[in-house]
């Protein structure tokens, strides 16, 4: 069987990181895949699907430091579905992406810490139109 998933597409709010209680970090963000066709009518129709990523350990630390909202990243992961009880006890479920390897694919938006590095060691290239919608 394979699990696996590539996706190119922008940053939807700047990555949030947490530290699971062995002191592993993870780190959560959405990314927007946008698609454009014309319709049955020849009009142009614009669709964005958002995914929710989750990356580890180093990785993990790479997102958090380096992507920012906006930024045109590639990711490579597998989908996984999970359930929790919340605090009110309602069953809670999502799909997301564990993504194991990101790559950078423009320098707008620069890291938090400047440059544009991937979890590869590449630097990316490009620029971003001023019209991205967030």
Same mark, same amino acid.
């Given at each position: 069987m394979l699990n696996q998933c590539n996706f190119i597409g922008r940053? !939807?709010?700047d990555p949030e990181t947490k530290y699971l209680p062995s002191g592993e970090p993870v780190c959560n963000f959405s990314i927007a895949l946008d698609? @454009?066709?014309k319709n049955k009518s020849g009009e142009k129709v614009s669709k964005t699907e958002w995914v929710n990523i989750? =990356?580890?350990r180093k990785l993990a630390e790479i997102? !958090? @430091?380096y992507l920012v909202k906006g930024k045109l990243v590639y990711l490579e992961g597998k989908i996984? =579905?999970?359930s929790w009880e919340d605090k009110e006890g309602?069953?809670?479920s999502t799909t997301e992406i564990v993504a194991n390897d990101m790559k950078m694919l423009d320098s707008k !938006?620069?890291?938090k810490s400047e440059g544009p590095y991937s979890a590869a060691g590449n630097t990316g290239a490009g620029d971003v139109p001023d019209d991205v919608p967030f």
């Open positions: 940053v !939807g709010r698609e @454009n066709y989750v =990356t580890f997102c !958090g @430091n996984q =579905t999970r309602v069953k809670r !938006g620069q890291a």
